[in-house]
């Protein structure tokens, strides 16, 4: 699967999360947009939102089933959750 077409998953998604939210709480949307930590716009509910959402968007669209908080994901050194980028890399990895 492409990079390009991963991020532009995740765009989707985040474009979903800020219809729900007021002006002051929209996520910019860059590569390096915080997912997870203390400088994310996230909190934990969103996030878990924001994975499922991709989740299902890749099986949508895309025929592909994968859990992305799965057990090699919570146990990395390295959250792969962190940011947008660490995201697509760990999806990348996962699915190719």
Known sequence: ?????L??????????????????EKIQFS???SLYG???????VDLV???LAVEEQLEDEHD???????EKAMSMR??????VSTLIDYLMSELN
């Not at 699967?1 to 077409?5: D, F, I, V």
């Not at 203390?38 to 934990?44: G, K, N």
């Not at 592909?64 to 799965?70: G, L, P, Q, R």
């Open 1 to 5: 699967m492409q990079r390009a077409a």
């Open 7 to 24: 991020l532009a998953i995740v765009e989707s998604v985040v474009d979903e999360l800020n219809e729900l939210k007021s002006e002051q």
């Open 31 to 33: 590569e390096d947009t």
């Open 38 to 44: 203390q400088s994310s716009p996230l909190d934990s």
């Open 49 to 51: 939102n924001l994975l």
């Open 64 to 70: 592909i089933s994968f859990t992305i908080a799965n």
């Open 78 to 83: 390295n959250s792969p959750f962190k940011t």
